[in-house]
Each structure stands twice: as C-alpha cells, then as structure tokens.
C-alpha cells in the first residue's frame, strides 16, 4: 500500500476470510466502477472501508476537495 497503485481487485471475488479489509490502493474517480463491481459482490459484506489517499491530492498533503466530494457523492448514493 502507499504507492498509489491499484491491485487486482478480481481476488476479491473469493474473499477467503470473515475479516474486515479496507479496499485501498489508487483510488480515485477511475475506479467507480470496480469499486460498484466491489459493492454488489459477496466480498462487500467485509469492506469495511475505502482508504483514499494520492489520487486525490493535488500536491503531497494537498487533497483536491471537488473530487473528494464528488467520489463520496458516487459512493453514498441510493443508485450506486
């Protein structure tokens, strides 16, 4: 984690655990699809949450509010 890369996110369709996990890994507005493909899957009953970091930064430290804004929108939304 950290590198702002997204991992196959396939695996998770054969979860193999109970455990909560935090899907992270380069997320950013790209990946609302996956991330839906995620939701209605059996694996989203452990997201517990979505860690979202440099994809959203407009420097180092510097977070772009609009697009933060716009991802939770998406993510939050009864259609989603």
Do not use: M, Q, R
């Not at 990946?31 to 440099?54: H, P, W």
């Amino acid at each position: 984690g950290g590198n702002g890369y997204t991992f196959n996110w396939t695996i998770l369709n054969h979860y193999p655990s109970t455990k909560p996990f935090f899907l992270s890994g380069g997320i950013g507005l790209n990946e609302l699809i996956n991330i839906k493909k995620i939701k209605n899957s059996e694996a989203s009953k452990y997201c517990y949450a979505l860690d979202v970091n440099s994809k959203f930064e407009i420097k180092p430290g510097l977070k772009n509010i609009e697009k933060l804004e716009t991802f939770k929108t998406s993510v939050t939304s009864s259609d989603f």
